[in-house]
């Protein structure tokens, strides 16, 4: 009887939660990306390539489509050699798109003693475990958007990936339907309004924030940038795509007031609630499969520069 009643509650907590990404699986992600071996994933060097065909490797698991070419890996030069982007596709039953991002790479180690290796677990090893996250939960659904997913490199370098494939005209048939672009920059640790929550650059310069909050599922929320004064909207990467004006902004819960580990060694697993952050991507997700180009199609208002 006690075997029945295990196996019963067994079946039934897989079936009811089938579709949930799970904290295991985000620690993995996460942990793989900020571990030591990684040494930081600084631009040009093996480890960033590393980092580069780990994410692909995790797009191939999710059944995603190359964006261009026969790669997931999306090559640009930096410094006379090759560095790549990452981008894979989700075809859902519309043509137009919705845009998921982060970077990969950090700022790599220092010459210190001691613990040296900037792992880069909140910067950005969670951005890119919440788009990784996110291809999970759609990997047996057909959404009502298609979908994009971009791991962006150099970014700690000036943006630079992000400029590049931004400027990529292969992608061009699909920068002509992204309807918006969601850039997760730095969401490893609770918000400073609290679990379940983040905040989003530039929320004053378009209706996203508001559209995507009507739909949004069990109490998620996306909060203004209560930090709006340091201009973090044009300090990221959706700002090469708003220089397409294509709607992009960055999505955080990085509490900007007190942050003791941004660019230092102690952003690692240690910072990291790989609860809220599950929490959050499974919101996210759930939020996302009720939006459609018919109740979701956000604008910008003429408060934004877009140079
Ligand atoms: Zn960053």
Redesign the pocket.
């Known amino acids: 009887m006690k075997k029945l009643t295990f196996l019963f509650l067994s079946l039934f907590s897989a079936s009811a939660f089938a579709q949930d990404v799970s904290e295991e699986r985000v620690r993995t992600v996460i942990s793989t990306l900020a571990s030591d071996e990684m040494k930081g994933r600084e631009i040009g060097t093996p480890e960033n390539d590393k980092a580069a065909e780990y994410i692909a490797q995790l797009f191939k698991e999710n059944n995603l489509e190359y964006c261009t070419g026969n790669s997931y890996l999306v090559p640009f030069n930096y410094k006379g050699k090759t560095a790549y982007n990452v981008c894979g596709i989700k075809k859902g039953k519309s043509e137009k798109f919705l845009g998921f991002s982060g970077?990969f790479d950090h700022i790599g180690v220092s010459n210190k003693s001691g613990d040296n290796i900037y792992n880069g677990a909140d910067?950005?090893a969670s951005g890119i475990t919440t788009l990784v996250g996110i291809a999970d939960y759609f990997k047996n659904k057909k959404p009502e958007f298609s979908m994009v997913f971009m791991a962006f490199n150099g970014?700690e370098k000036g943006m630079l990936g992000s400029t590049a494939i931004s400027e990529d005209k292969n992608l061009d048939p699909i920068y002509n339907n992204l309807s918006a672009l969601f850039n997760f920059?730095?969401v490893a640790t609770e918000a400073e309004f609290g679990k379940n929550t983040v905040f989003i650059t530039g929320d004053e310069f378009s209706d996203l924030d508001e559209l995507f909050n009507q739909n949004a599922v069990n109490g998620l929320k996306i909060h203004p940038d209560p930090y709006a004064k340091q201009q973090l909207f044009y300090r990221s990467d959706n700002v090469s795509f708003v220089k397409k004006k294509i709607i992009a902004h960055s999505i955080s819960t990085a509490d900007m007031s007190k942050i003791k580990h941004y660019h230092e060694a102690n952003d690692d697993m240690s910072i990291v609630n790989s609860k809220n952050m599950t929490q959050i991507i499974n919101n996210f997700a759930k939020t996302l499969e009720k939006l459609s180009p018919k109740n979701f199609n956000p604008k910008y208002n003429d408060k934004v520069k877009f140079n």
Do not use: K, Q
Request: charged letters at 65%.
């Open positions: 970077h910067d950005d970014e920059e730095m």
